[in-house]
């Protein structure tokens, strides 16, 4: 039987810091001492250079980032159950569905995290049903009337899924969610169950990269379909 819940899967990386220390310089006159000065001023100059570079460059850039197949890597796969479960695309009721998050630029301006290619309803549901191949499941992601024959049919609804990345001196935040709705239907004795799947994630860089949002996003896309999984049994036709 399928037993609704719904909880928040809280994620965060440690963040080491490293502290540089050394002795006090002293000023000398001698040709040695102030090459080595100019040195240290050369390569400060070029290190905040870099930093300024790395916090302005791409503004207003479209930063796109994908829905991959999300599966139990590393885990045993048992047999595939005999029911078959047809996933259908889920619908997009997020406020903002032009965009998967934002980056704020550290001196300013923004760009945005966009997902690559098709919809995020298609591609979620696509991610679903290879996850619960993973586990076992007979599952298949459909749509319209390629449903009909299954003996479950599983629906959802995007209510908030995204990523913003805030860059600052020497670092940047990242802050991602992930909330859906799931609804089961058995078409064997016309029973429904819904479940809310919520999850959300934080970590901390000194570089930013885009694969660190897309880390994020999987883990929590990740995180939402373990819960379904321990939540839910399939017993024959349920």
Known sequence: ??????????????????????NPSFVSDTKEDHVRQHHVRIVGIGLF??????GCAGKGERIDLTVPIVSGAGEKVVAMSSPTVAIEPF??????????????HLWGGESHFSHSNGTLSEATAQAF??????????????????????DITI??????????????????????KNKMLVQVQNHADGSQVRETLTS???????????????????????KSFEKFVRNTTLDEKI
């Open 155 to 176: 629906t959802g609804t995007l209510i908030d899924v995204g990523v913003d990345a805030t860059s600052g001196i020497g670092q940047t935040t990242l802050n991602a």
């Open 91 to 104: 619908e997009d009721h997020r406020t903002d569905r032009s965009r998967l998050g934002t980056r704020h």
């Open 1 to 22: 039987r399928l037993l609704p819940t719904e909880s928040a899967c809280t994620l965060r990386d440690e963040v080491n810091i490293v502290r540089v220390t050394g």
């Open 49 to 54: 250079g870099i930093i300024l570079a790395a």
């Open 200 to 222: 959300t994630g934080a970590s901390q860089v000194f570089w930013f990269d885009p694969e660190h949002a897309q880390e994020l996003l999987n883990e929590l896309y990740r």
């Open 129 to 150: 049903a290879d996850y619960l191949k993973g586990k076992g499941w007979n599952a298949t992601a459909v749509e319209g009337s390629r449903a009909a024959g299954a």
